[in-house]
């Protein structure tokens, strides 16, 4: 049982999770699908921020916890 991960993994992790992507050799139609997408991210993420927010202000408000 492998508990921790080798640096080889790590690194290919890294590197899927953060690519970077050229604009300028993109065509018409793969920038309008890049932007689809990420309009398409931005009401989950806002809901997201706003769950947090609301979470934390809601918990300075109140005295006890959850409960």
Same mark, same amino acid.
């Given at each position: 049982m492998r508990l921790l991960a080798s640096p080889i993994d790590i690194e290919k992790r890294d590197i899927i999770?953060? !690519?970077r992507k050229d604009y300028s050799k993109m065509?018409?139609?793969e920038l !309008?699908?890049?932007e689809k997408k990420m309009n398409s991210q931005k009401i989950p993420f806002a809901l997201f921020i706003g769950i947090l927010v609301g979470i934390a202000v809601w918990s300075a408000t109140h005295n006890r916890a959850f409960s």
């Open positions: 999770m953060f !690519v065509t018409l139609d !309008v699908s890049e």
